[in-house]
């Protein structure tokens, strides 16, 4: 069964560091992109950007280029989602995904959710 | 990058009848980019359609997508319970960014 584990809640003050993780199980983990999606409470999904766990080619969205990194480690099946300095507005749940097959579009499979709240 | 216009914002309906969710796209896409989604609170979204009309593992027939170029198309036949969510639709395709519309409340 394909599985994406997430790591779990972070509460975090202004400017500090944070990273989040989405473990991957069940498949073949390098022969996939990872996907990762933001939504702010009560508000709509926002795509992130991706990464091609072979090769760590990434593609960012230009929303959040520059302010967040996003890496992977392939021995441990294991994308990660960093921050280096948050701000109360990174507050939201973050979601891996990975698409459905690798000839088909479309995230079909979705971690549980990482919720981070920033606040002083 | 796509911009994705979805309407109405929210639809009211009652179980039992039908429902039309609307995407327009910014620019003309290939229909094999186009995907739907359904999230129910708490949960994270579930793939429900993708290259347009394609459904995804164990979504019933009451699911059907449809249209091609800038105008797409969800509807749902015969509403059941758990089908009041929200419904995004999303351009996944070739050219980053893989944006999502502003996602339909379907509510009761």
């Known amino acids: 069964e394909i599985h994406l584990a997430q790591s779990g809640a972070e509460v975090k003050k202004p400017g500090e560091s944070l990273k989040i993780s989405c473990k991957g199980s069940g498949y073949s983990f390098s022969s996939y992109w990872i996907d990762w999606v933001r939504q702010v409470p009560g508000k709509g999904l926002e795509w992130m950007g991706n990464i091609y766990v072979a090769d760590s080619d990434t593609k960012y969205s230009p929303s959040f280029q520059g302010r967040v990194t996003i890496s992977v480690d392939k021995s441990n099946s294991t994308a990660y989602l960093q921050w280096s300095k948050v701000k109360a507005s990174d507050t939201g749940t973050y979601y891996c995904a990975r698409r459905i097959s690798r000839y088909n579009y479309g995230l079909g499979y979705w971690g549980q959710g990482t919720l981070v709240t920033v606040s002083s | 990058e796509v911009v994705l216009t979805q309407s109405p914002g929210t639809l009211s309906l009652s179980p039992g009848e039908r429902a039309t969710l609307s995407c327009r796209t910014s620019?003309?896409?290939?229909?094999?980019?186009l995907i739907w989604y359904r999230q129910t609170p708490g949960q994270a979204p579930r793939l429900l359609i993708y290259g347009a009309t394609s459904r995804a593992t164990d979504i019933p027939d009451r699911f059907g997508g449809y249209g091609s170029g800038t105008d797409f198309t969800l509807t749902i036949s015969r509403l059941e319970p758990e089908d009041f969510a929200v419904y995004y639709c999303?351009?996944?395709?070739?050219?980053?960014?893989?944006?999502f519309g502003q996602g339909t409340k379907l509510e009761i």
């Open positions: 620019q003309t896409i290939d229909s094999s980019h």
């Open positions: 999303q351009y996944y395709g070739t050219s980053p960014p893989f944006t």
